[in-house]
């Protein structure tokens, strides 16, 4: 029972213009809703995340929008540069309280983006 | 160092061995994860320690696999009789309770 979906599993962009990556959830019970970025041989860094009483968080050229109804994410870049180039996992979590806060990773999208 | 350190980076053992694998998070962090993510996966979670409470081993695959903490330090992810399907990377990471987890680089495990 898949609870996170990253139905994308690599997306090639042009530099300059925007990617947009999603993700889909079917757990309600989802407090908070991270990226992260991995890059080959290194463990995963936190990129943004954003609550889920929020639809939107925007931090530089990253935006996070959150579809509740839907149970749907995206995260926008833009512009895109060649240093985006990794693999970008979903990562809902639950709180410490009901869940633990572990994370529930997506099976990733992996982001080239081409000069 | 700042960030969480695991050892080895790689390990190539054979089929039926015990391998340990250790984590050492960034200091003050009372959450400890292991993940592991096997090729072409994404990343799947093991095993839980929070301060001094029981820790959440929903994760684990298998009784072949065990995980201690010492406090709020290091860590050790304890595979035993290691099968091919184990090979992976696994991933240890540290937080704050209710923070962004920060992640180590990975020991890649390989089960000839």
């Known amino acids: 029972d898949q609870q996170v979906k990253q139905n994308s599993p690599s997306l090639s962009v042009q530099e300059g213009r925007i990617s947009i990556l999603n993700c889909d959830y079917t757990n309600s019970m989802f407090d908070y809703f991270l990226w992260y970025k991995k890059y080959p041989a290194e463990g995963p860094t936190f990129l943004i995340s954003?609550?889920?009483?929020?639809d939107k968080n925007e931090d530089g050229r990253f935006t996070v929008f959150l579809n509740k109804s839907a149970k749907h994410l995206s995260l926008h870049i833009v512009p895109s540069q060649p240093g985006d180039s990794a693999v970008y996992f979903c990562a809902p979590k639950g709180s410490f309280y009901n869940q633990g806060g572990k994370l529930i990773f997506g099976q990733g999208t992996e982001l080239s983006v081409k000069p | 160092g700042a960030g969480v350190s695991q050892s080895p980076s790689n390990k190539v053992t054979e089929k039926g061995k015990d391998v340990e694998l250790r984590c050492d998070p960034i200091?003050?962090?009372?959450?400890l994860y292991w993940y592991r993510q096997r090729l072409g996966q994404g990343l799947e979670f093991l095993i839980y320690f929070q301060g001094n409470s029981a820790p959440d081993k929903s994760g684990l695959p298998s009784d072949r696999f065990s995980a201690e903490r010492t406090g709020e330090s290091v860590s050790t992810l304890t595979i035993q009789r290691t099968q091919q399907e184990d090979s992976a990377v696994y991933l240890c990471?540290?937080?704050?309770?209710?923070?962004?987890?920060?992640f180590g680089p990975g020991t890649r495990l390989t089960v000839l």
């Open positions: 200091s003050g962090h009372t959450a």
């Open positions: 990471a540290s937080s704050m309770l209710e923070s962004e987890q920060f």
């Open positions: 954003i609550s889920s009483i929020k």
